[in-house]
């Protein structure tokens, strides 16, 4: 890729940092993480593992400074459970972690794949060994969903991405009590066209907090005659009115460049679903799933992120 570009998001120089072969029990790939900090200054991320059966399940890796000498769970954190849960008969895939102060504990919003297709279930944790889980919150077809840390204007907000007659486009939905959810908004369109975010978009990781607004980091799915690419783009939305896109960038930040990006059980993918802020408060680390096989780190500032909008980024929604 020409390098007049500017980049944003930078890839740590030992990518991939997890692989099936660091994991303490046989599985295919581990990819898709979630990420949160815990207090103590601990990274962990939530990875989506799939084993020989095809079918993923979630696991607990830990790393003091967030980049090496990662701890993981000797067994599955999080499992499928059909029995209690039949959504997720096919398996539970790509969470995305909220810490919400309010309640003390952690909300993960993961893919339960159901007989009738992907939707969007609800665990909470206050420490990533029991869940409890709240069971769909969006019926099939929807995924790539994360809450906001807090209520707005008294309510949860959850953004995801339904899929309807219209396309595969971001939504806004809202609840008193993260169990009954309501007043549904589309809030970005996918593009159409020969666009680069054309067709279907989804939230990667949890929007991120700035005095400007919620940053959010979306991908885009090219559909290509030998398969689909998926890039990064960036949007903000309004702190107390999240519901309103301020401002949306026209080209994608990031793409599969890398060997470890470009093959692997599924090409030609970058999946963030997770990042943690680091103590200067300005430097993301961002944790994304490479080909449906690893799990990468790339670091970016939030301030670049904010200017590169800023100067590059329009009130846009999309194409519906
Ligand atoms: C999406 C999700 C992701 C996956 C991507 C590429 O629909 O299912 O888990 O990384 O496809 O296969």
Redesign the pocket.
Known sequence: MSNHHVTLLHRYAHNPILTADHWPYGVNTV??PGATMLEDGTTLLLC?VEDRSGLSHLNVAQSANGITDWTIDDKPTLEPHPKRHIEESWGI??PRITFLPELGEYAVTY?SYSRGG?GVSLALTKDFRTFERLGVICQPED??AALLPRRINGTWVLIHRPVTTLGAHIWISRSPDLVYWGQHKMILAARKGAWWDANKI?LCTPVIGTPDGWLMLYHG?RMTPSG?L?RLGLALFDLEKPEECLLRGDTWIFGPEAEYERAGD?PN?V?PCGYTVQPDGDTLHLYY?AA?TSVCLATASIDALLQWLKANGKKEFGDV
Do not use: M, S
């Open positions: 990819f898709n989506r895939e790509d893919t992907p995924k790539d989804g799915v689909c998926y599924v993918v999946f799933g449906d």
